[in-house]
């Protein structure tokens, strides 16, 4: 009966729906690689697809009274509780499976790139299907209470715009800085609440008497949720550094190594030898390596937007030449363009002429005075370099 | 023993009365129930497929009283209903449809298809069972709609206006149907197409203002029946008799 139920009511094309937007939320207009595990069970998580779930279960479950099937229904042996349920179970094998397409391809890549997965990363697509219930089972209370399903979706949807302002799952979005990961606790606490509220929600609108059980303990369970700071514990594994040769990622950007090892590297062996030249590419930003950041890679784990990187190079080079202590942004734009090739201005240009005038090796010892120079803050230093 | 049994039956809507101390058996046979419009002959079939409570009064269907949530869901198990203003889901295939009419009746998962597949055959819709009702035209709905009561095989039947969008052909179908259907079961069938009750009931209750005005065979009507009186066939000579001889008492 589910599979009629789905087949036959609004299932099909939530699921669509609910595929074309969890994957723009996944993968873009451009296809890009979706990150760690954790990143993209986040992504996922983080898709918009509540107002989707709740609109097609009101009007899955407002169709009994649209078809005048009151009196047929209420002559059947079947508990009404089994009818709704059957209802939420079709609009929920909807989403859920919307969503299980898009992670189905994500799995795929993440395996096969060797993304990092950080200890309870599925820990948000739990949440995403347990709250595609909670959305369900709102729209299937709303739906049986509202025999008009237009005015029931526009309520409904407008509720979630009101309700989603600073609570609901934006809460349980990570922090942004730093790496962390699901806490179970916590975690355990928003399923279990999203669990219960389905079951009141359910038996409410079945007019079970369960209900008076069910939904006081929705309502504690919620009350703890609000009363819960931090969903979210520090990852130590995922920030320790995976290295090749002398490039380095962070354990959570492992996937993009190749790809910043294939940038990196010829920076590194441009400046091999000067004295006081990084010698290690890493995701530090002390001036002391390359700084590695964070990359969007495609599917082919080429670096997407800028082919030919040239933005990424300089941001690699960035904390090494850029002067800390004193205005020299010609020298500094100079030295850039010098050490990776990419000229952005005329001024920069100009500055590049100057110093590729020099001989190979001359233009080697500028670049390590430059350096020297940066360090020790030596304005007289580097106003020679000019 | 009868498998319906109303005792002095009270229902209104808010202060309106629309049954006022109905008392009624029905046995093993086809049921007519006849009456003129308002005469509470719908309200009456909803209480009996226990779609609505009585105000007062004792309902007694194949022997439980209904009192007890889970006599009220074995009965609802054992009977079959089809309303007047029958619902159904557009997009829904006639064996989908009445798949889910016996998902609802709850019949046991190993009977299920057979019993589908032979509630669709009963009705003579078996070579389109696949087809969506929203291509069927009214009478094949109607028919789907009978399907879908028969299809627990009810030991006791309710059928609200069953024949209306039925053409000649369908509604001698149909008659046989009932009369397969009564022989060891109760139907009640309520209509306004006399001569469907003469020709495929055993017996015939008629009601008016939610009170019994008669209660027998085709029959005992047609024996009632005043020859001066108005009406183009006997049962229907029978029919206002009677009707005209309860309102001049009342």
């Known amino acids: ?386 | 023993m009868p498998q319906v049994k109303t005792h002095k039956l009270v229902f209104g809507y808010r202060r309106r009365q629309v049954i006022k101390g109905l008392t009624l058996s029905f046995g093993t046979g086809v049921h007519g129930l006849l009456g003129p419009n308002g005469a509470g002959k719908t309200t009456l079939m909803r209480m009996l497929a226990t779609v609505n409570r009585p105000d007062s009064g004792t309902l007694t269907v194949l022997g439980d009283p209904l009192s007890s949530e889970a006599g009220l869901r074995s009965v609802r198990r054992r009977i079959g209903y089809l309303p007047q203003a029958f619902g159904f889901y557009p997009r829904f295939t006639v064996r989908e449809f009445v798949e889910y009419f016996a998902w609802l009746k709850e019949v046991p998962r190993g009977r299920l298809s057979d019993a589908v597949d032979r509630a669709i055959e009963r009705v003579g819709l078996g070579e389109r069972a696949d087809d969506r009702l929203k291509t069927l035209s009214g009478g094949m709905l109607r028919r789907v709609g009978i399907a879908q009561a028969i299809v627990n095989d009810p030991e006791v039947l309710l059928l609200d206006e069953p024949t209306a969008g039925l053409d000649p052909e369908q509604r001698m179908d149909f008659r046989v149907l009932l009369r397969d259907i009564g022989r060891d079961n109760c139907v009640i069938t309520s209509t306004h197409l006399i001569e469907d009750v003469a020709a495929a009931c055993t017996a015939v209750t008629l009601i008016d203002s939610g009170q019994s005005v008669f209660q027998g065979t085709p029959a005992q009507l047609i024996a009632a029946g005043d020859p001066d009186c108005d009406g183009d066939t006997p049962v229907e000579r029978g029919y206002t008799s009677v009707l005209r001889a309860f309102r001049a008492a009342s």
């Not at chain 1, 391809?105 to 709250?131: D, E, K, M, S």
């Not at chain 1, 520090?234 to 354990?251: H, I, K, N, Y």
Request: hydrophobic share 50%.
């Open chain 1, 1 to 386: 009966m589910l599979l009629t139920e789905y087949r036959r009511g609004a299932g099909p094309l939530l699921t669509l729906t609910v595929a074309a937007l969890v994957w723009l939320r996944l993968f873009g207009l451009v296809l890009r690689f979706p990150g760690s595990w954790l990143d993209s069970a986040t992504e996922v998580l983080t898709a918009p697809i509540a107002p989707l779930v709740f609109t097609a279960a009101v009007w899955q479950a407002s169709r009994e009274r649209r078809r005048d099937m009151d009196d047929q229904l209420g002559s059947s042996a079947r508990a009404a509780w089994r009818r709704r349920g059957l209802t939420w179970a079709s609009i929920v094998l909807g989403g859920a499976l919307g969503v299980a397409l898009v992670v189905g391809v994500a799995v795929v890549l993440l395996v096969a790139r060797g993304a990092y997965a950080a200890p309870g990363w599925w820990w948000p697509l739990i949440i995403t299907v347990l709250g595609i219930g909670a959305d369900a089972a709102l729209g299937v209370l709303v739906g049986v209470v509202f025999p008009w399903p237009l005015l029931g979706i526009v309520l409904g949807v407008a509720a979630y715009v009101v309700l989603s302002e600073g609570r609901g799952p934006f809460r349980w979005w990570p922090p942004f800085d730093g790496y962390w990961t699901p806490d179970a606790g916590p975690h355990s606490l928003i399923a279990l609440t999203l669990g219960i509220g389905v079951l009141a929600l359910i038996t409410l609108a079945s007019r079970h008497r369960m209900a008076l059980l069910a939904v006081p303990s929705a309502l504690v369970c919620q009350m703890f949720l609000d009363d819960t700071t931090s969903f979210w514990r520090v990852d130590p594994r995922a920030g320790e550094l995976v290295c090749r040769e002398s490039v380095c990622t962070s354990r959570a950007s492992v996937h993009t190594l190749d790809t910043v090892f294939a940038i990196a590297k010829p920076l590194l062996d441009k400046v091999a030898g000067i004295p006081g030249a990084p010698t290690t590419a890493a995701p530090s930003n002390t001036g002391a390596s390359l700084w590695v950041t964070g990359m969007h890679t495609g599917w082919d784990g080429k670096q997407l937007f800028e082919p030919e990187s040239p933005r990424y190079k300089r941001l690699l080079v960035q904390t090494v030449v850029t002067a800390r202590c004193a205005a020299h942004d010609e020298l500094s734009a100079a030295a850039s363009a010098w050490w990776t090739g990419v000229v952005s201005s005329p001024q920069e240009q100009a500055a590049l002429a100057r110093v590729e005038r020099l001989s190979p090796e001359a233009q080697r010892t500028w670049f390590g005075d430059y350096l020297s120079a940066l360090r020790r803050c030596d304005a007289a230093a580097l106003a020679a370099l000019r």
